[in-house]
């Protein structure tokens, strides 16, 4: 069957993409996820933020005690040749990840401050990246500032980016925007050649013995697919961008739903880390028995086809659904 | 080829030279020549080469007894060698030294000068060290200045080669190690010129060789030893030539001219003085200053020193001298005259220059200032009709009346910038300084000088940093008097220091001030606005902790005060200084990150906005007073001698002011208040649970708590805090926590550590850090109250219990260690729990430092006036120390003893209640302290002179207790063997080892406790190998108590441990785990990391009991073994008790193997509660 699909322009063999996960961390990891049949890979994010704390905690600690007493003028801890601080380490892999893999290689960025981003999206490019992944993790925290300034904040940063480098550029975020279906449209004429939905936020909890706030990485399951499922469905065809469903991709029926409402790619990370990347060889081989089984011709003939627009029932992806959901919920007690 | 000017100090200046020229450096740390192992091995560990391109293999020994062992080898090997050292060091190398040159090996030891100890130990420079190295055979030569200290590094090891003896070359301790200065640097042909490696290859050639074996160190007799030893005597004498040969060679090649003997003066001088080392810029300058008024003086500076060429001293000599004042560096106290004196003299009898009137002097010991002055009243003193013979400068000496007067005053030229800056220990201002010195040097024509005074304080000191900028070469080798650019760097100094004593009239002042210049005049004490105004000073701010902080640098401010430093000194122009900045910015923190150089350069970048001039008002407005440097209760001692060393005018002291001995009053921190802490701790009495551990932990004992009666209460001021007291055994009283708000250094460890906190917000505990000024009026009052409050009975407290041991006095208060050191608690709680009745031998390392370091002392005393006695020996043999303190008790004891048996008669009862007290208990050791006074009384009327030496001894029936205390450095690897000698005897001695797994009180390097993967000092490239296990090794001996603790993970484990360990009859161990600095970690946190330590298994928790019960049989195969036979033969019955012993070493084998299964590898906090 062929499952051909195509993402930031880049031609892929599937719709399978592992996405930024602890699983495309190392070059032989990544080498077996290419073997299973991933069609790309999205390295973890280099985190801006990890990397200027790293730099400063370095600089603390050669300070920290240096001359503290006559006996101790130079400071405790030995100068040291190189601290590896810095994106060094990242681009590291990502070169040799690009030498090892025929795949296409997309890096994903975090960046803190305007400058960092483009700085890092730029030596990001030059190693040799297929695409950028922004991964973009803004919590509204900040009381004072309004929702459209959230979204200027957004649109700023992926229009400087755009302008920094010319590699396919793809721009992930989260669903809490008070009208996402705009948001998509604007992010894109920002710049972004492809959006990834949704970003799915470590989430703080809290531990009752110690009575402290413990970040807690939870799995992702295929329940959270819904509302990945939902907004693909909804822009489908109605933004000109690629798009990637991420979050609750387990299983071969995953990504054939998702691929039907209308993502071109489908990104896995938690089933690869519970199952391994085993797991693309018999989900590409469960989409093909799918599609054989109803004799699709291609992957590309059932793209979209349960998209908002091209559904029988376009309502049932806004209002109608969970009205629908309330109504069984009721009736099952 | 003109070789660039660098900027370095003299111990990177001479230790450049040595890892350039040795292929084998043997190092171990000791102030202030550390530095030059650190650099080595860093150079090696980067793979920088020698001159023949090899990377030179840089080792750590564990004793610089050690060291000269492995250089002595390294030598015989034939390997190029070197090796650093100081005072104690140098000694530990002697005997190695009269091996190496007997042996006529060429070698190079390079020495920072340092004092040897005596009444104290010293950290600072003088010649008492090098002196005592002089009859080695070694030669000895003297380099001056940092550029010497390069240049003559690498005389010392083109002549070696040549001449097969080795050199001693030396320099003065922090005066020429630690200056900062611009040097021209070495070429590489330089270095060829003049090391022959014909001579490297004649050096190898001689190396031990199976291939050519030869015998070299044999034992020889009377009948040959003599004749051999004058073997030599033609390389000895063939050393002054060649030194002067190399000499010649190296001024063609550098255009830089030595002599052996340098005589700078009056061609027609008739009044020299001789000396040699750092002191000779200040000689040279009061020489210079004399001769502009037509007196005819001269200096003459000695640099080969030994071997003392008699032909070429007088060479140098002019004709023209009539008298001479020698001036030595170090005491040799009975001698005629201190060594270099005595050579001077004799070599003028031999010269037949008897004609010419020698005085002798000493100057400069321990660092002592030597200034231009000083000088100039010894000149002075050749003048005088009747010239002193011996004599001092620099002092007043109103005992044996030996000290010239100095009257003169000195000026420096006025074109001379001299720039002084107070800063806080760790805020970077000596390194920004350090760096605005290259700048200044390699940006510009000028000359450029960086000297850099540290107090001996390790939280909250102060720094000083001394900078001078010339367009002459600067041979001024003492500290700045009158500046004419001042910075204060901590707004907090001003009431605590005469920070503008030093400021010259028209000077300019910097002041870091949160204040703005319209607020800040009226926040400066009278003194300080006195002092701006008479002087007519310029008077700026900058807010630099606002700059960096808005810069991402956290309150980090020396950039920011560099830059405003170069905009007002006007150097060099402010882009080209802020452009310099950056580079050395770029070129120190390049490595770390890009992000590092973009904060700082962007706190640059903002310093020059935040710069303003204040006006200054014409009159003196501010009633705020300038602290007084002790409390006026304090006592006279304290009062007169203390207080002027607080204030910082030791220097004014007479020598009648200090004791005879060495020998201090203990108690005297509490007078020092140093209100250091930015934020203290503040209890909230509503959710505390009355664990203690607040108290436990605080490294500064700045954190008590008591439990009374409630009717205390009566007095109490109405910001004091208290509860009712949880307890079943102390029902109806009451607990207060107080922190001692001048006495706290601010660490939060207490904030870490308490487990309490409010239902309704989780992050307020029942122990906050809040802003001090919120508090300090009440606080202090509070604590004042808190002080009056009696003690508990220590009766009624179960010391052996985390709150039980925190109700006792802390004997050991206020220490100046590090902010939230990990020492200090447990140096605290021993003092608690048994402090009334302890002796201390302190190993030298940071407990010596925090414990005895001049002005105060943290040991105190109880009401009664008992607490610790202290003493620090060496670093090397604080076990031994230890033990022949006990040994001396136990014989006090017997004695004692026996004359209660004997005097029973008189005494009755009483005799048979002391001699079978039971003093396990703190009631007990009451119940005899009561005894020991009615005996007294007794004796008091009975007339035999056993009675007076019973009088004598009496303290001694009350048990005694000796605790020997030192660091890894101590325990691991210097004093090891004398450790591991005192725990195979047995006796009834404490060891507390305060395990920092590295150096600490040098800076960092790595000991044998030092675990694998971590880096130090000295094992810049991440240590290879593991950490020793101290523990087995005493476990090994069978009869040592051993525990390895940690506070921070058991402290129900520490205080269990030190009980177990006092009570013990026999040798006892604790390994204690002390996070340092050097772990690089946020030392509020340092008792959650002890916890983490423990639960990862990194450090096992375990107590060891020996006495536990010994089964086995007898071991049968010792009387087959001739080593057990002959005791067996020569005492059967002490023989038949070790068999018997050795038996018991077996079966405790057995058991401490079973024991060690079940070690404690979690920190086990359930466990903690005092129930246990």
């Not at chain 1, 938690?270 to 989900?283: F, Q, R």
């Not at chain 2, 010129?193 to 031990?208: E, N, P, Q």
């Not at chain 2, 203690?692 to 805090?721: M, N, Q, W």
Request: charged share 20%.
């Amino acid at each position: 069957m062929n499952l051909a699909s195509n993402y930031l322009g880049l031609g892929l063999a599937n719709p399978i993409v592992p996405s930024s996960s602890p699983m495309t961390r190392s070059v032989e990891s990544m080498q077996r996820l290419e073997a299973a049949g991933a069609a790309a890979i999205v390295m973890p994010s280099l985190f801006e933020e990890q990397i200027e704390h790293e730099a400063m905690a370095v600089h603390a600690a050669l300070n920290f005690g240096a001359e503290i007493s006559a006996e101790s003028a130079g400071g405790y801890l030995p100068e040291m040749d190189d601290y590896n601080t810095g994106a060094a380490d990242y681009l590291d892999r990502l070169r040799a990840a690009k030498a090892a893999l025929k795949i296409p290689v997309i890096a994903s960025l975090n960046g803190t401050s305007p400058g960092g981003w483009t700085l890092y999206a730029r030596i990001i490019e030059e190693a040799g990246a297929d695409a950028l992944e922004l991964n973009i993790y803004l919590i509204a925290a900040e009381l004072g500032r309004n929702s459209a300034q959230v979204e200027d904040d957004y649109l700023q940063l992926v229009q400087s980016v755009r302008n920094s480098v010319s590699i396919p550029l793809a721009v992930k975020v989260g669903p809490f925007f008070s009208s996402t279906a705009n948001m998509a449209r604007r992010l894109v004429s920002a710049g972004a050649d492809g959006l990834v939905l949704f970003n799915r936020f470590y989430q703080p909890d809290i531990d009752l013995d110690t009575l402290s706030v413990v970040p807690n990485i939870v799995l992702s399951t295929s329940d959270e697919l819904r509302l990945v499922l939902r907004w693909m469905a909804l822009l489908h065809g109605r933004v000109d961008t690629s798009l990637a469903a991420t979050t609750g991709v387990h299983t071969a029926e995953d990504v054939l739903k998702l691929v039907l409402a209308g993502a071109d790619v489908t990104m896995m990370a938690s089933a690869l880390i519970k199952h391994g990347p085993e797991l693309i060889t018999s989900t590409l081989a469960g989409i093909s028995a799918w599609l054989e089984a109803r004799d699709y011709e291609s992957l590309d003939q059932a793209r979209g086809s349960l998209s908002h627009d091209a559904s029988p029932d376009p309502s049932a992806f806004e209002r109608a659904n969970y009205m629908q959901a309330l109504v069984e919920y009721a009736s099952e007690r | 080829m003109e070789p660039a000017y660098i900027v370095v100090d003299g111990n990177e200046a001479a230790a450049r030279v040595a890892h350039t020229l040795s292929e084998v450096i043997a190092i171990y740390p000791i102030t202030p020549a550390s530095p030059m192992g650190e650099l080595s091995d860093a150079w090696s560990q980067r793979g920088e080469p020698n001159l023949w391109g090899t990377v030179p293999e840089v080792v750590e020994m564990q004793s610089e007894a050690g060291a000269a062992g492995a250089v002595h080898g390294a030598l015989q090997g034939g390997a190029l060698t070197t090796t650093f050292t100081a005072s104690q060091g140098l000694l530990l190398k002697l005997p190695n030294m009269y091996k190496i040159a007997g042996e006529l090996t060429p070698c190079v030891i390079h020495v920072a000068a340092r004092t040897v100890a005596t009444h104290a130990l010293s950290i600072f420079g003088d010649h008492s060290d090098v002196m005592a190295a002089r009859q080695t055979g070694f030669a000895m030569l003297c380099s001056a200045s940092v550029q010497e200290a390069q240049d003559l590094a690498l005389v010392a090891h083109a002549v070696t080669l040549r001449t097969r003896i080795p050199f001693l070359h030396f320099f003065d301790g922090f005066r020429t190690s630690h200056e900062v200065m611009k040097i021209a640097g070495l070429a590489e042909e330089t270095y060829t010129s003049l090391i022959d490696t014909d001579l490297v290859a004649a050096h190898r050639g001689r190396a031990l060789n199976p291939n050519r074996p030869v015998l070299r160190g044999s034992a020889q007799n009377p009948d040959v030893f003599f004749q051999a030893r004058e073997a030599a005597n033609l390389y000895h004498d063939a050393v002054p030539d060649a030194v002067s040969t190399v000499f010649d060679e190296f001024a063609a090649l550098t255009g830089r001219r030595y002599e052996l003997f340098e005589y700078v003066g009056a061609p027609d001088a008739e009044r020299v003085v001789i000396l040699m080392g750092s002191g000779a810029g200040a000689a040279h300058e009061a020489a210079a200053a004399l001769q502009t008024h037509g007196e005819k003086v001269g200096v003459l500076v000695v640099h080969l020193y030994r071997p003392f060429s008699v032909r070429h001293f007088l060479e140098a000599l002019p004709a023209s001298t009539k008298s001479i004042a020698v001036l030595d560096r170090t005491k040799e106290p009975g001698a005629v005259g201190e060594p270099l004196y005595q050579d001077v003299v004799t070599a003028l009898q031999e010269g037949n220059r008897k004609e010419i009137d020698v005085i002798g002097g000493r100057y400069g010991l321990s660092g002592k200032e030597f200034t231009p002055p000083m000088v100039m009243a010894v000149f002075a003193e050749l003048m005088a009709a009747e010239p002193r013979r011996h004599f001092t400068v620099g002092i007043t000496d109103d005992v044996s009346h030996l000290s010239l007067a100095v009257e003169e005053k000195w000026q420096e030229p006025e074109d001379v910038v001299q720039a002084v800056f107070y800063g806080l220990g760790a805020d970077g201002t000596v390194g920004a300084n350090k760096n605005s010195v290259k700048i200044v040097g390699t940006h510009t024509d000028l000359e450029a000088q960086g000297h850099f005074v540290y107090d001996s304080k390790k939280s909250g000191a102060v720094t000083v940093s001394h900078l001078r900028f010339s367009p002459r070469p600067i041979e001024s080798t003492y500290l700045i008097s009158r500046a004419n650019f001042v910075a204060c760097h901590q707004f907090g100094f001003l009431e605590k220091i005469d920070v503008l004593g030093i400021a010259d009239e028209g000077a300019t002042f910097l002041l870091n001030s949160a204040f703005g210049p319209d607020d800040v005049w009226d926040k400066l004490p009278r003194q300080v606005q006195e002092q701006i105004i008479a002087k007519k000073l310029k008077f700026y701010v900058v807010d630099g902790a606002s700059v960096a902080k808005e810069a991402g640098l956290g309150g980090r401010i020396n950039t920011v005060l560099q830059t405003c430093f170069f905009a007002l000194a006007h150097l060099i122009s402010t882009e080209v200084a802020i452009g310099a900045i950056k580079k050395s910015i770029a070129d120190a923190y390049g490595k770390r990150g890009e992000v590092v150089l973009q904060r700082n350069y962007a706190a640059v970048d903002a310093s020059l906005e935040a710069l303003r001039e204040v006006p200054v008002p014409s009159a003196v407005d501010s009633e705020i007073e300038m602290r007084l440097p002790v409390a006026a209760q304090a006592p006279d001692f304290v009062q007169r001698v203390t207080g002027m060393i607080i204030a910082g005018k030791g220097d004014l002291l007479p020598v009648s002011a200090l004791p005879v001995d060495g020998t201090f009053p203990t108690a005297t921190a509490k007078w020092e208040k140093r209100d250091i802490a930015p934020e203290i701790p503040i209890w909230d009495e509503s959710i505390c649970i009355d664990c203690g551990r607040c108290a436990l932990a605080c490294p500064h004992a700045a954190i008590r708590i008591k439990v009374y009666d409630p009717a205390e209460l009566a007095t109490a001021p109405d910001s004091f805090k208290s509860k009712a007291w949880k307890s079943k055994e102390h029902a109806g009283k009451n607990l207060t926590v107080q922190v001692a708000p001048l006495d706290c250094t601010g660490c939060g460890v207490c904030v870490d550590i308490c487990p309490a906190h409010s239902k309704e917000i989780v992050k307020h505990k029942s122990i906050n850090m809040e802003p001090k000024l919120d508090h300090v009026a009440t606080e202090t009052e509070s604590f004042d109250f808190f002080l009056s409050i009696p003690e508990m009975d220590r009766s009624d407290v179960r010391v052996d219990s985390i709150a039980g041991s925190q109700l006792l006095e802390p004997l050991f208060e206020f220490s100046g260690a590090c902010s939230g050191c990990g020492e200090t608690p447990y140096v605290k709680l021993l003092s608690q729990m048994f402090g009334d009745r302890i002796v201390v031998a302190n190993a030298t390392g940071c407990s010596s430092i925090y414990g005895g370091n001049l002005p105060t002392t943290p040991w105190a005393q109880n009401a009664a006036g008992q607490g610790p006695a202290w003493s620090n020996s060496l670093f090397e043999d604080n076990a031994e120390f230890g033990l022949g303190m006990r040994l001396a008790i136990e014989g006090q004891q017997k004695m004692a003893r026996r004359l209660v048996t004997e005097l029973a008669p008189h005494i009755g009862e009483l005799a048979t209640e002391l001699l079978e007290a039971d003093q396990g208990s703190e009631e007990g050791l009451q119940k005899q302290r009561d005894r020991v006074q009615s005996l007294r009384t007794v004796l008091e009327s009975v007339d035999d002179p056993r009675a007076r030496r019973l009088e004598s001894v009496a303290d001694y029936l009350v048990r005694m207790g000796v605790w020997i205390i030192g660091g890894d450095g101590w325990a691991y690897d210097i004093g090891f063997g004398g450790l591991d000698h005192v725990m195979a005897l047995g006796r009834n001695v404490n060891v507390l080892v305060l395990d920092t797994e590295v150096y600490s009180n040098t800076g960092g390097q790595a000991s044998k406790s030092t675990p694998r993967a971590a880096v130090a000092k000295f094992a810049a490239g991440g240590k290879a190998t593991g950490k020793k296990d101290l523990g087995m090794i005493a476990q090994s001996y069978g009869n040592v108590y051993v525990a390895q603790v940690s506070m921070g993970a058991n402290m129900n484990q520490v205080v269990k441990a030190f009980a177990e360990a006092e009570a013990h009859d026999g040798t006892s161990l604790i390994i204690a785990y002390s996070p340092c600095i050097a772990h690089g970690i946020d030392m509020s946190t340092m008792m959650s990391h002890q916890k983490d330590a423990a639960q990862s298994g990194y450090w096992p928790l375990y107590r060891y009991d020996p006495t536990a019960e010994a089964v086995g049989k007898p071991a049968e195969f010792a009387a087959k073994e001739g080593r057990f036979a002959m005791l067996a033969r020569a005492n059967p019955q002490y023989a038949a008790s070790l068999v018997e012993q050795a038996q018991a070493d077996i079966d405790n084998r057995w058991q401490l193997y079973e024991q060690m299964v079940h070690v404690q590898r979690t920190a086990v906090f359930e466990e903690e509660g005092d129930d246990e």
